[in-house]
Each structure stands twice: as C-alpha cells, then as structure tokens.
Nanobody, 120 residues
Framework: QGQLDESGGGLVQAGGSLRLSCAAS????????MAWYRQAPGKEREIVAS?????????YATYSVKHRFTIIRDNDKNTLYLQMNSLEPEDTAMYYC????????????WGPGTQVTVSS
C-alpha cells in the first residue's frame, strides 16, 4: 500500500493563506482520483476537495471552500496540493490526503496529516 506525507500546515491569522503538499510513495497518484480531507477536534474526518486522476474533474465540498481553496495535482512529482486562501477559524483542522473513498477504498495508508490553525 502506498504512503503519504502531508506538509505545509501552520498557524495563520484569519484571511491568510497556506499551501499544503502531499507527497506520495509506493503508488502513483496518477492511477487514482485523489482528495483532501480534514478532521476538526471532536468531529469526523470529512472530504474537502477531490480531483480526478486526469485533473479534468474537480469538486469541492462546500460553496465556501470552492471559492477559497484550489486542489492541484502534479502526477510527475507524485504530489497533491491544496492552496488555501482567505482562511477562516472554521478551517482549523488536521488535513490529510488520500485517494477519493467515493471511487473505491483508500489505496494509501493514511499519513500523519498536517495541522492548520487559523486564529481570529
């Protein structure tokens, strides 16, 4: 099973930006629809954004995320990105990437995640 390593999180003020990266190994992300997930304290993990294997189809979980976040894949680098702008305190969560569970099982072992904390 492939492995994932998320990075790029941090502490930012509301309105700030972060760019998350997810480096994959052991499997090629080009074979899968991929997604970013997040889990806030006391809540279940939820999907934030997804991108098809070709990059042709992109979906965001909410209207708010759609207009502030951008999911990007670089199959040559075997890396998934999430550009997050206009961050809000409600975006505070641990962020993870994996294959899109709606297209089949998660084909990668869950990584450690990267913490995003947005202060008001």
């Amino acid at each position: 099973q492939g492995q994932l390593d998320e990075s790029g999180g941090g502490l930012v003020q509301a309105g700030g930006s972060l760019r998350l990266s997810c480096a994959a190994s052991g499997r090629n992300i080009s074979d899968y629809n991929m997604a970013w997930y997040r889990q806030a304290p006391g809540k279940e993990r939820e999907i934030v954004a997804s991108i098809s294997w070709s990059g042709a189809n992109i979906n965001y979980a909410t209207y708010s995320v759609k207009h502030r976040f951008t999911i990007i894949r670089d199959n040559d680098k075997n890396t998934l990105y999430l550009q997050m702008n206009s961050l809000e305190p409600e975006d505070t969560a641990m962020y993870y990437c994996n294959s899109d569970h709606r297209s089949g099982p998660n084909y990668f072992t869950w990584g450690p995640g990267t913490q995003v904390t947005v202060s008001s």
